[in-house]
């Protein structure tokens, strides 16, 4: 009998010791998560050899975690996102042939009942911040258009807040649509200029960052949710390139594909044809879907 299959404790074999009590476990996903995870972490607790007061420290970080979240927040959430796994765990999940756009993290600012609105529409409902109109097409990775494809998009404002962050200073639903495709797969709409914003820092995610020295914040971004039939559905933002945390997001969700190009266009002219008066933002970016 090897020392482990006693199941006494030696530090030599801590991880077979543990894992091999799970034999029996009904689940075999179950049973593999659970010996990686032992694994890996009692390798990290042998390299970092934490103090017992380290390791409460460690405890009562994942007891705040916990106590933080309720109906509205999921701290752990943002734990994941701020480690990089949410956007490691969206990568693993949406491989894809090569020329289909990218996914990036969902957020927690999405809503499920967002107006649906003719192309071409402003959904900035207060008309407050730089004007921008933003456009491309929906296509196949055959470059070819796809009718009737469903585009939800939803942004914060001129300020860094989207609407749910701002009820009552805000409209319902300032910044959100639906829009839906032609045979010519193109879109438009109108809104403003996003602007970078902190993510949720007033709890024990927010003050990790702080003592690592990191920011909070996240760059000026659209959000996205393309989908149409016989297509993977694509979630996804993009970015503006000149924007001063684009370098740095505190979520990792920049992917070089998304940035897209913002051109300041002061053409009064141009503005006219789009229904502005005065200098705005245009936004181009073509989204590629992989069929399913
Ligand atoms: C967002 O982009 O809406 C977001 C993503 C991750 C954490 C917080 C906000
Ligand atoms: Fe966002």
Redesign the pocket.
């Known amino acids: 009998m090897q020392a482990h299959e006693k199941g006494y404790f030696t530090e030599a074999d801590s991880v077979e010791v543990v894992t091999g009590r799970n034999a029996n476990a009904k689940d075999a996903r179950l049973r593999e998560v659970m010996e990686v995870i032992t694994r890996k972490l009692h390798e990290a607790v042998k390299e970092i050899e934490p103090t017992q007061e380290e390791w409460f420290q460690a405890i009562m970080f994942l007891t705040d975690t916990g106590h933080k979240c309720d109906e509205w927040r999921q701290e752990f959430?943002?734990l994941s996102?701020v480690l990089g796994v949410?956007m490691l765990v969206d990568a693993i999940n949406s491989r894809r042939p090569s020329g289909a756009s990218e996914n990036t993290?969902?957020?927690?600012?999405h809503v499920a009942d967002a107006p649906a609105y003719p192309m071409g529409t402003n959904i900035c409902l207060d008309h407050k911040g730089e004007d921008m109109v933003v456009r491309g097409r929906i296509l196949d990775t055959d470059g070819n258009p796809i009718e009737g494809a469903k585009i939800d998009v939803w942004q914060?404002n001129d300020e860094g807040f989207?609407d749910v962050q701002q009820k009552g200073h805000q409209p319902d639903f300032n910044l959100r649509g639906v829009f839906r495709t032609g045979a010519d797969g193109t879109y438009w709409f109108k809104a403003v200029k996003p602007k970078y914003y902190p993510?949720?820092d007033d709890g024990p995610v927010g003050k990790l960052l702080a003592d690592l020295g990191r920011h909070p914040n996240?760059p000026a971004?659209l959000?996205y949710i393309v989908t149409a039939d016989g297509y993977d559905p694509l979630t996804t933002?993009i970015f503006d390139p000149d924007d001063p945390y684009i370098n740095s997001d505190?979520?990792f969700?920049v992917k070089e594909s998304l940035l897209a190009d913002f051109n300041l266009v002061e053409d009064r002219s141009r503005a006219a044809e789009v229904g502005f008066d005065g200098p705005y933002w245009d936004v181009e970016f073509d989204f590629v879907l992989a069929k399913v």
Request: charged share 10%; glycine share 10%; no cysteine.
């Open positions: 959430i943002l996102d949410s993290v969902l957020g927690p600012f914060a989207y993510i949720p996240r971004h959000h933002h505190a979520v969700g």
